[in-house]
């Protein structure tokens, strides 16, 4: 006697098998939530936003890290907006960059919505960091 299984109810049962929920497409809660600033779509959105910049005017900024951030989903446009603060360097003096880019990744698109340099002298800089750094 075979057994009869409806596709959909197949696929159901195999695609945790096949396709296990790895860190990056982990269901987000909505709200903002922490990122990994070591994950390379993050690296990837920073180095973006900073190679925008610099196409856009004569700053000449070079990405070092990302020092944290936060991404939000944003339902109503699908998509997400990732919230980052990146440490740079411009005429070897360091600086915070806070950035907002909106991703949609499955559709290539990319805007940088906000980009504001502080620096590192700056009294707001400490707030940037990450506790330890300085």
């Not at 195999?14 to 809660?29: G, I, L, T």
């Not at 990302?66 to 360091?94: F, M």
Request: charged share 20%; aromatic share 10%.
């Amino acid at each position: 006697m075979a057994l009869n299984l409806h596709p959909l109810l197949l696929t159901i049962l195999v695609s945790p098998v096949v396709f296990p929920f790895s860190e990056a497409y982990r269901p987000v809660e909505a709200g903002r939530n922490p990122i990994n600033v070591n994950d390379p779509h993050v690296i990837e959105i920073a180095k973006f936003a900073m190679s925008w910049r610099n196409a856009v005017s004569t700053t000449g900024f070079q990405f070092l890290k990302v020092i944290k951030g936060e991404r939000q989903v944003a339902p109503r446009v699908t998509g997400v907006n990732y919230n980052l603060v990146i440490l740079a360097k411009a005429a070897d003096a360091p600086l915070y960059c806070e950035v907002a880019v909106f991703d949609r990744e499955w559709e290539n698109l990319r805007i940088l919505t906000s980009f504001r340099e502080i620096p590192a002298g700056d009294a707001l800089a400490p707030a940037l960091a990450p506790a330890g750094s300085w």
